[in-house]
């Protein structure tokens, strides 16, 4: 057969076909009128997947230097932090704050589960003086959604930021940055912003700013002060990255478009069909407060999770993610992110359903894809 591959990961994921040819057109310069309406354009549009009334900055990076420039440019040497690992890219948090040599309580979740806010603002009693608290939207490794609108009341009647890494999550599930009185929220090109992977956005808060006028750890590249002075110019401090962000731009069209509403729609509709799928399947979800951004899915006993993860991508082309450290083998991860349509989620599913036939685990045939239809025909629209 043909070889056809379907991108079904989180992160990267596909590209409109519109932000594809945004990539070929010949590059522009970047001290020209012409970029600089374009950059205030983008930074306008990112404001309102952020719902924020402050600077949304655009940095030449992957999502990790945004968490690394929310660090520098926040907190002082020594600092004392608190950050929430339930899984691999909230731990991430952790690794940063304790690079640069900050006192880092880390709360280490089992993955997979949830944190209530009650247990945050304990945690938050025990740890006096904390400055910042480190959470993620949507943890990808493991498909979990926190709750980050509870941690906002929770961590805004103290001196603390509230840091969320928004990479995965943003504009998949809901995060109104203002109204839920988040401090530092980040994100980046290659997820729900349907751009190829490169640019890192982050926002800051007032009194996230008022913070960084006095932090002290070093920073040079990723100082926001340069970024917000060179804003209100219409540009960036440093060379940016121009055909990514006339790519980002095509996205943020259609982005706007649809509505942010209808966007984060489209995502709980395509995670209530792959859910209803995998039970379809007799499988059980990995995470206990599964969010819309990607679905985890435990590997029953007795089967490979990595030759189910092979077997899709070799034989079928379907792109999907694995589990990562402990989790390598034990679960699957099916996205339903960015530009992803209903037919990506039934691609997902009918690749499983095949690959669990040919390794030879039994299933009860087709109930999956007839659950997540059910679902796609009720609320296609
Ligand atoms: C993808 C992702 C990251 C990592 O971003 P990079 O772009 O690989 O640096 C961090 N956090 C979350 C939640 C992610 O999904």
Not at 76 to 94: H, L, Q
Not at 98 to 124: N, S
Not at 208 to 226: G, I, N, Q, V
Request: glycine share 10%.
């Amino acid at each position: 057969m043909i070889k056809k591959t379907y991108l079904l990961s989180p992160g990267p994921t596909p590209l409109p076909e519109e932000v594809l040819a945004a990539a070929a057109v010949p590059l522009i310069h970047h001290r020209t009128p012409e970029f600089s309406s374009l950059y205030l354009e983008v930074t306008e549009g990112l404001k309102s997947v952020f719902l924020t009334g402050q600077d949304v900055f655009i940095l030449a990076c992957s999502g990790t230097g945004a968490m690394e420039a929310a660090v520098v440019n926040i907190l002082s040497p020594g600092d004392r932090v608190v950050s929430v690992s339930g899984g691999k890219f909230g731990e991430r948090w952790a690794h940063i704050c304790r690079a640069y040599g900050l006192d880092v309580r880390e709360i280490v979740l089992e993955w997979g589960r949830d944190f209530p806010k009650e247990k945050l603002a304990a945690e938050l009693g025990a740890c006096p003086g904390a400055k910042a608290v480190f959470v993620t939207l949507s943890e990808t490794s493991t498909g979990a959604l926190f709750d980050i609108r509870g941690y906002g009341e929770v961590v805004s009647k103290t001196e603390a930021l509230l840091v969320v890494d928004g990479i995965s999550g943003l504009g998949a599930a809901p995060c109104p940055m203002d109204d839920w009185n988040v401090d530092v929220l980040i994100s980046a090109s290659q997820k729900s912003f349907m751009a190829p992977p490169g640019l890192a956005y982050i926002a800051l808060s007032r009194k996230a700013w008022s913070r960084a006028e006095k932090a002290s750890l070093p920073r040079y590249y990723f100082d926001l002060r340069k970024a917000r002075q060179s804003l209100a110019e219409g540009t960036s401090p440093w060379t940016p990255a121009i055909s990514l962000i006339v790519q980002q731009k095509k996205a943020l069209d259609r982005i706007k478009n649809m509505g942010l509403e209808r966007l984060i729609e489209h995502h709980r509709i395509l995670g209530e069909a792959v859910r209803a799928g995998v039970r379809g399947l007799r499988l059980e979800l990995f995470a206990e407060r599964p969010g819309n951004v990607l679905t985890a899915v435990k590997v029953p006993p007795g089967l490979d999770g990595r030759a189910l993860v092979k077997v899709m991508q070799s034989k079928y082309g379907a792109h999907i993610a694995g589990g990562q450290e402990a989790y390598k083998g034990k679960i699957i991860r099916l996205a339903h992110l960015g530009y992803m349509g209903g037919f990506d989620a039934l691609t997902a599913l009918s690749a499983l359903e095949m690959t669990l036939s040919e390794l030879g685990h039994p299933h009860p045939a087709g109930d999956g894809l007839r659950a997540a239809q059910d679902i796609l025909k009720e609320k296609w629209t």
